[in-house]
């Protein structure tokens, strides 16, 4: 079987991508060696797992952060660099799977997370900056009712006020496409550059006394107390244990993986526009998601080129032709962009779960687990992290409030669930054209 953390690129390499290209690169760590041992040991040098360390870190624990790539490689650094507030479920939805008062619980974590990537950014002097609004776009006409309900239900009995609904006058305004009839424009949420942030939390952990080891692929876990982390190079014993592998998981734990799926995502880089240009196609600089099962999401760089992410594939491979695959949902949203050259193209592998609620569990007292964030974790996994810090020093209670969201395991199995999630999926896009 490949292995998902080399199947579509090279060890050690971040992939080509416009992030990678405006980032200020973090000197390479060294892979773990020999006999260690620590407080905690994280795997996983992602948002969930840098949070968690930098947390843990702050609280005085010996920490050891193990990536088998770099730091932020895998879907930290790639992915569409929105902050979302909000659960990746609806609050309608949520209240229906857990009820009310665990479902304003969650609400109010998501704000807290959103407030707490700010409040890093800020303390770290990041070379980002969180830029607001998230415009929500509806491309079918029968969906705006339901957005404009939404956003009086998070008026009314959320107390949220930065959440209002647009029409279809209104969104032609602020998106200069024909494919949308209206949505929420929320000025909570908002952008930043995801891998800038990734470095930044790197540099805070280090500086906070985090033992940082790359190229540290992890073999084994051995689940007794204390822990033993095995890699290639070194044996590392802990009192605790945190994995944030999200869709990189592997076959690392199978309670995670069977609940825990990875999926590819795509994303394009046009050429960059002119500020007159990149005001008319969307408006005030707010990132733009849709109501596709199979999302199309995009704002501009701070340089203004389009960063377009759109489609999914759902084995190892990625495609051959990453820009023509992605250059087609784009040019549904904006014909007027044809001639528009693009620079980059790059993928990245996320991790689902069936009801696209992240999956926190305790896999045994001493060793946590925080991933499956389903497209929805830039602020959601720098939360896990955090939570997952505030476990180990004796309060569970918000990590526990996140585990008591069921999350099922795939039909199937690990072995069946890719070929059984693409018949869905061709149901969804099917649906998508409805």
């Given at each position: 079987m490949l292995d998902i953390l080399t199947a579509n690129d090279k060890p050690g390499s971040y992939p080509k991508s416009w992030y990678a290209d405006s980032a200020r690169h973090l000197p390479p760590f060294?892979?773990?060696?020999?006999?260690?041992?620590?407080?905690?040991?994280?795997?996983?040098?992602?948002?969930?797992?840098?949070?968690?360390?930098?947390?843990?870190?702050?609280?005085?624990?010996?920490?050891?952060?193990?990536?088998?790539?770099?730091?932020?490689?895998?879907?930290?650094?790639?992915?569409?660099?929105?902050?979302?507030?909000?659960?990746?479920?609806?609050?309608?939805?949520l209240e229906a799977m857990v009820g009310k008062a665990h479902a304003r619980t969650l609400w109010d974590l998501s704000l807290e997370s959103v407030d707490l990537v700010k409040a890093l950014i800020a303390e770290g002097d990041m070379d980002t900056e969180f830029v607001p609004g998230i415009l929500h776009a509806d491309h079918r006409a029968r969906y705006v009712p339901h957005s404009r309900a939404y956003a009086e239900k998070l008026q009314a009995e959320y107390g949220y006020d930065k959440i209002r609904a647009i029409g279809p006058d209104?969104?032609?305004?602020?998106?200069?496409?024909?494919?949308?009839?209206?949505?929420?424009?929320?000025?909570?949420?908002?952008?930043?550059?995801?891998?800038?942030y990734a470095f930044g939390l790197a540099r805070m952990a280090q500086a906070a006394g985090v033992r940082i080891f790359e190229g540290s692929k992890v073999d084994g876990i051995d689940m007794g107390e204390p822990a033993r982390v095995s890699t290639r190079e070194a044996r590392i014993t802990a009192r605790y244990v945190v994995l944030g592998c999200n869709g990189y998981l592997g076959d690392l734990d199978?309670?995670?993986?069977?609940?825990?799926?990875?999926?590819?995502?795509?994303?394009i880089a046009t050429e960059p526009m002119s500020p007159e240009a990149a005001e008319k196609l969307i408006a005030g600089n707010h990132a733009v998601a849709d109501s596709k099962f199979v999302i199309n999401y995009f704002r501009f760089s701070e340089d203004r080129c389009l960063l377009f992410g759109g489609t999914e594939s759902y084995g190892y491979r990625f495609p051959t032709d990453i820009?023509?695959?992605?250059?087609?949902?784009?040019?549904?949203?904006?014909?007027?962009?044809?001639?528009?050259?693009?620079?980059?193209?790059?993928?990245?592998?996320?991790?689902?779960?069936?009801?696209?609620m992240p999956h926190f569990a305790r896999l045994r007292g001493h060793v946590l687990s925080a991933s499956g964030y389903s497209g929805h974790g830039v602020a959601m996994a720098t939360l896990g992290g955090k939570l997952a810090a505030e476990t180990i020093?004796?309060?569970?209670?918000?990590?526990?409030?996140?585990?008591q969201v069921p999350t099922r395991r795939f039909p199937g199995g690990v072995a069946?669930?890719?070929?059984?999630?693409v018949l869905a999926m061709v149901y969804y896009a099917l649906r998508d054209k409805l």
């Amino acid at each position: 079987m490949l292995d998902i953390l080399t199947a579509n690129d090279k060890p050690g390499s971040y992939p080509k991508s416009w992030y990678a290209d405006s980032a200020r690169h973090l000197p390479p760590f060294d892979p773990a060696r020999g006999e260690l041992s620590c407080d905690v040991c994280v795997v996983g040098a992602g948002f969930t797992g840098l949070s968690a360390a930098l947390h843990l870190a702050k609280a005085g624990y010996d920490v050891i952060l193990l990536d088998a790539q770099r730091v932020g490689f895998g879907a930290s650094g790639r992915n569409g660099g929105q902050v979302g507030t909000g659960q990746r479920v609806e609050q309608d939805e949520l209240e229906a799977m857990v009820g009310k008062a665990h479902a304003r619980t969650l609400w109010d974590l998501s704000l807290e997370s959103v407030d707490l990537v700010k409040a890093l950014i800020a303390e770290g002097d990041m070379d980002t900056e969180f830029v607001p609004g998230i415009l929500h776009a509806d491309h079918r006409a029968r969906y705006v009712p339901h957005s404009r309900a939404y956003a009086e239900k998070l008026q009314a009995e959320y107390g949220y006020d930065k959440i209002r609904a647009i029409g279809p006058d209104e969104i032609r305004a602020l998106v200069d496409s024909p494919a949308y009839h209206g949505g929420t424009l929320d000025m909570g949420g908002g952008h930043i550059h995801p891998l800038r942030y990734a470095f930044g939390l790197a540099r805070m952990a280090q500086a906070a006394g985090v033992r940082i080891f790359e190229g540290s692929k992890v073999d084994g876990i051995d689940m007794g107390e204390p822990a033993r982390v095995s890699t290639r190079e070194a044996r590392i014993t802990a009192r605790y244990v945190v994995l944030g592998c999200n869709g990189y998981l592997g076959d690392l734990d199978g309670q995670v993986a069977a609940r825990v799926m990875p999926i590819n995502n795509y994303i394009i880089a046009t050429e960059p526009m002119s500020p007159e240009a990149a005001e008319k196609l969307i408006a005030g600089n707010h990132a733009v998601a849709d109501s596709k099962f199979v999302i199309n999401y995009f704002r501009f760089s701070e340089d203004r080129c389009l960063l377009f992410g759109g489609t999914e594939s759902y084995g190892y491979r990625f495609p051959t032709d990453i820009a023509a695959k992605v250059r087609r949902p784009m040019l549904e949203i904006f014909p007027q962009l044809e001639q528009t050259r693009i620079d980059y193209a790059w993928g990245g592998t996320l991790g689902i779960t069936m009801n696209r609620m992240p999956h926190f569990a305790r896999l045994r007292g001493h060793v946590l687990s925080a991933s499956g964030y389903s497209g929805h974790g830039v602020a959601m996994a720098t939360l896990g992290g955090k939570l997952a810090a505030e476990t180990i020093q004796g309060q569970a209670e918000r990590f526990d409030i996140m585990a008591q969201v069921p999350t099922r395991r795939f039909p199937g199995g690990v072995a069946m669930r890719h070929p059984l999630l693409v018949l869905a999926m061709v149901y969804y896009a099917l649906r998508d054209k409805l």
